[in-house]
């Protein structure tokens, strides 16, 4: 299994909605991470886990809460987002610890916020 | 602060023509990669270099990365319609250090 999966492909929420998205990987990949794509834009970099732990928090916003539940599962908890988070969210794993290797992307979370 | 640039922002080529996209980045890189991105699609990894002056090929594909550590390119030679898509590079600066990406190169083929 080379894949990373992303779950839902689409999600639409009001602004007072919780919701959560999800990442899996099979491939015994050691870090996980969520990037934000907006339209035309480059991955920006939000959070990563390396071994289980949050090593990187790029100053991302408490509405947005990440959590790794094991090594092959990464959430992403949503809470009174903004309009202007709408945007792609992508899941991506590498293979060791260290974030400077090559990353696999799942297919991503369209998110639409109301 | 750190940054990736890439150039052009965007580049329209008649199918069968050459492209070539560069990226610069404002420190040494200890390895540069390129994902590419399909319309609607994710990114997808390329290629990584590691070493100074390193070039790889892939089919139509070559990949260069400078001899400083701080600049790459990636050349297709004779387009096609497959090529369409966001080109990325994307490096850290140290080993353990996260990847920052380039803005990105759309190629869009003319046929």
């Known amino acids: 299994d080379t894949e990373v999966t992303q779950t839902p492909k689409h999600l639409v929420m009001g602004m007072t909605n919780k919701k959560s998205l999800k990442c899996e990987q099979h491939m015994g990949h050691r870090a996980m991470y969520w990037y934000k794509q907006k339209a035309k834009k480059p991955p920006e970099l939000m959070f990563v886990?390396?071994?289980?732990?949050?090593?990187i928090n790029e100053s991302v916003p408490s509405r947005f809460s990440p959590e790794c539940p094991n090594s092959s599962l990464l959430n992403l908890h949503l809470h009174a987002l903004q309009p202007e988070d709408s945007a792609l969210y992508l899941c991506a794993s590498s293979q060791g610890g260290g974030v400077a290797e090559k990353l696999f992307f799942g297919s991503g979370t369209q998110l639409s916020v109301l | 602060g750190q940054q990736v640039m890439q150039i052009p922002q965007y580049q329209h080529v008649q199918e069968g023509e050459d492209f070539t996209t560069y990226c610069n980045s404002s420190t040494t890189l200890s390895n540069i990669q390129w994902y590419k991105q399909r319309p609607g699609g994710h990114p997808v990894f390329l290629i990584q270099l590691v070493k100074s002056g390193e070039v790889k090929k892939q089919k139509r594909l070559t990949f260069q990365f400078g001899e400083a550590k701080k600049n790459s390119s990636l050349h297709i030679t004779a387009t096609q319609t497959t090529d369409v898509g966001t080109y990325f590079c994307a490096g850290p600066m140290n080993r353990d250090d996260k990847i920052i990406f380039g803005k990105g190169t759309r190629l869009h083929i003319l046929p």
């Open positions: 886990y390396s071994y289980e732990k949050l090593s």
